[in-house]
T-cell receptor
Framework: GDSVTQMEGPVTLSEEAFLTINCTYT??????LFWYVQYPGEGLQLLLK?????DKGSNKGFEATYRKETTSFHLEKGSVQVSDSAVYFC???????????????FGAGTRLAVHP | NAGVTQTPKFQVLKTGQSMTLQCAQD?????MSWYRQDPGMGLRLIHY???????DQGEVPNGYNVSRSTTEDFPLRLLSAAPSQTSVYFC?????????????FGPGTRLLVL
């Protein structure tokens, strides 16, 4: 079945460091890919998405490129801030798996802690 | 707009008790869903609804019931709570059931079953 694998956390960085959180996926169809972020005590919110190969999603300085050949959607940011401390979830929705409905399949999440 | 609201924020139950987790949205979204979040496992889909009167099962539906009598509300019922249902529950909604649609999540309900 479909699945999403993320690098284990926690990831601990100093402010202004470069961030990469790896995400790879397995899907039977041609999925759309998402990164959601969960700040402490809050629900998840969409960070960025990409719906076809080679698309780059971007938001708030974060970027991720849909790589079909490596089945990856790695999240990057050039200079992290303390306010970026959160849990980041990679997710996919697969038309072959979902019967056409938006059923998200999530990775386990990666906790990021940024220190001043 | 309040967005997606969930009540209660935290609940403790004894094994065998029943309860309803409330979820409401004020964005006139057609699609709503319930997920549970467990450590090391990400979120898993419990049930979803594509509109009032229409619901279906997700990945982990056992032990849970849902109904959708209005567009705004999508309650999740635990009929006989079990310790395995200790989790954080998130309700989500989106404008449509399109696979590329952004889903909006509530703040979650933390449930502890003793």
């Amino acid at each position: 079945g479909d699945s999403v694998t993320q690098m284990e956390g926690p990831v601990t960085l100093s402010e202004e460091a470069f961030l990469t959180i790896n995400c790879t996926y397995t899907a039977t169809g041609y999925p759309s890919l998402f990164w959601y972020v969960q700040y402490p005590g809050e629900g998840l919110q969409l960070l960025l998405k990409a719906t076809k190969a080679d698309d780059k999603g971007s938001n708030k300085g974060f970027e991720a490129t849909y790589r079909k050949e490596t089945t990856s959607f790695h999240l990057e940011k050039g200079s992290v801030q303390v306010s970026d401390s959160a849990v980041y979830f990679c997710a996919l929705s697969d038309p072959d798996f979902s019967g056409g409905y938006n059923k998200l399949i999530f990775g386990a999440g990666t906790r990021l802690a940024v220190h001043p | 707009n309040a967005g997606v609201t969930q009540t209660p924020k935290f609940q403790v139950l004894k094994t065998g008790q029943s309860m309803t987790l409330q979820c409401a949205q004020d964005m006139n979204h057609e699609y709503m869903s319930w997920y549970r979040q467990d450590p090391g496992m990400g979120l898993r889909l419990i049930h979803y609804s594509v509109g009032a009167g229409i619901t279906d099962q997700g990945e982990v539906p056992n032990g849970y019931n849902v109904s959708r009598s209005t567009t705004e509300d999508f309650p999740l019922r635990l009929l006989s709570a079990a310790p395995s249902q200790t989790s954080v529950y998130f309700c989500a909604s989106s404008y449509s059931y399109s696979l590329v649609e952004t889903q909006y999540f509530g703040p979650g309900t933390r449930l502890l079953v003793l």
